[in-house]
């Protein structure tokens, strides 16, 4: 495999299951990022793990519980959720310089997502 | 908080023809701008990008250009084909080296043959 990856593609979830995503990079970056996107909304950032670190949590709800156990891996950990969760869950990775300004930014690869359905 | 604007929602324009899509943001710190492509069912992939330190940038069909003063940047699509038909998300980032991206609504772009 290549690139990122995840897993599982598609999944229908009752509001009391508890469910893992995972997200894979073969791409050697070292930072991570979760997104939400819902039908007429746009791509919410939910996440972000630079050198295996939160960096980033964008007022998630305590339903969602990210890990990072290496810069290769991303999971995300869920359990009574909502049905207004229903949506497509995407991670990305990039490879940050850890420096500041313009030149620091670096392209986000997607993978292809998980459709998350909440019954 | 910080906010990208993002127009029109939807855009439909014949083969060939030129289209236009914009983006303004609210954080004046923002300084690097990404555009996205999302084909139905497919993950978004970077098509542009475009940095505080230039105003326009240009890749064969497609362009950007960036007024920092009136904190907007626009992506253009020259000779439209079928398969532009997606949808477009423009972004705004500050700086920093979290690589927060803060996105815009998206715009569904159809060109008719």
């Known amino acids: 495999e290549t690139g990122v990856t995840q897993t599982p593609r598609h999944l229908v979830m009752g509001m009391t299951n508890k469910k893992s995503l995972k997200c894979e990079q073969h791409l050697g970056h070292n930072a991570m990022y979760w997104y939400k996107q819902s039908a007429k909304k746009p791509l919410e950032l939910m996440f972000v793990?630079?050198?295996?670190?939160?960096?980033e949590n964008n007022s998630v709800p305590s339903r969602f519980s990210p890990e990072c156990p290496n810069s290769s891996h991303l999971f995300l950990h869920l359990h009574t959720l909502q049905p207004e969760d229903s949506a497509l869950y995407l991670c990305?990775?990039?490879?940050?310089?850890?420096?500041?300004?313009?030149?620091?930014?670096?392209?986000?690869?997607f993978g292809p997502g998980t459709r998350l359905t909440v019954l | 908080g910080e906010n990208v604007e993002q127009h029109p929602s939807t855009l439909s324009v014949q083969e060939g023809d030129s289209a236009v899509i914009k983006c303004t943001y609210s954080?004046?710190?923002?300084?690097?701008f990404p555009w996205y492509k999302q084909e139905l069912g497919k993950r978004p992939q970077l098509i542009i990008d475009?940095?505080?330190?230039?105003g326009e940038k240009k890749d064969q069909r497609i362009a950007v250009t960036l007024n920092k003063t009136a904190k907007h940047f626009s992506l253009h699509i020259t000779e439209t084909q079928p398969e532009d038909s997606a949808v477009y998300f423009c972004a705004a980032s500050r700086g920093s080296n979290t690589g927060k991206l803060i996105f815009g609504q998206g715009t569904t772009l159809q060109v008719k043959p």
């Open positions: 475009i940095r505080s330190n230039v």
């Open positions: 954080d004046s710190a923002s300084n690097y």
């Open positions: 793990y630079n050198f295996k670190e939160q960096t």
């Open positions: 990305a990775s990039s490879q940050e310089s850890g420096l500041a300004g313009p030149s620091s930014y670096n392209e986000q690869f």
